[in-house]
């Protein structure tokens, strides 16, 4: 009898717990359409929401999958967000499903600008959970907290979303260019679920 009840409280307790996990995941969404949605009034995209449902296998995550594809919209070279900054773009989509290259990817390449400086930049990822510029002149005055943020050169970006923060600047002998280290706004580590913004 003693065996029963804490076997159905046990249950009971899971089924709290799963629903409170439901919740939160659902909370998280809607705080990151309403984010977008309040910080991008006159935009005339459309905002897909998906989970994310896969990782690729190496130690450092270069890619990952989403449960949205082509029945969803979402297209080949799609934007995606979370908590209104770059998480990376869509490479391969299938119909229920989508490939995601982060942009700690050693073979993405984001043109961008820097906030304070106006530099104009290349962010590359690296394999590890941070970023570097590329091609930052010697002269450019850039510190740690500077922000970066996308530039529509190339078409492929929207304007003005923010990607990372200077974490680090280095002048290496008679090189023509700084060697700068950044963090991305987002911890891809953490987050569950995205916005594919279409376009």
């Known amino acids: ?6 076997d159905q ?17 659902l909370e998280s969404k809607l705080s990151m359409l309403s984010k977008f949605q309040a910080e991008n009034k006159n935009s005339k995209t459309t905002l897909i929401t998906a989970d994310i449902i896969g990782y690729d296998t190496s130690n450092f995550r270069k890619s990952i999958t989403i449960n949205a594809g082509s029945k969803h919209g979402v297209k080949q070279d799609d934007i995606v967000i979370s908590n209104n900054a770059l998480v990376g773009r869509v490479t391969m989509v299938s119909k229920g499903s989508s490939v995601i290259q982060l942009i700690t990817d050693p073979a993405s390449r984001i043109p961008g600008r820097v906030v304070q400086t106006r530099e104009q930049v290349l962010l ?5 959970a941070f970023c570097q510029l590329k091609y930052v002149p010697r002269w450019a005055k850039l510190k740690k907290g500077d922000d970066v943020v996308s530039s529509e050169i190339g078409g492929v970006y929207p304007p003005s979303l923010p990607i990372a923060t200077v974490v ?32």
């Open 124 to 128: 590359e990822g690296n394999a590890t």
């Open 1 to 6: 009898m003693k065996q029963g009840l804490e």
């Open 168 to 199: 680090e600047t280095e002048m290496k002998g008679g090189a023509l260019f700084q060697s700068v280290k950044v963090l991305p706004k987002v911890n891809i580590a953490n987050i569950e679920s995205v916005l594919v913004v279409t376009h």
């Open 9 to 25: 409280v046990s249950l009971y307790k899971n089924k709290l717990l799963e629903q409170q996990d439901t919740i939160y995941k």
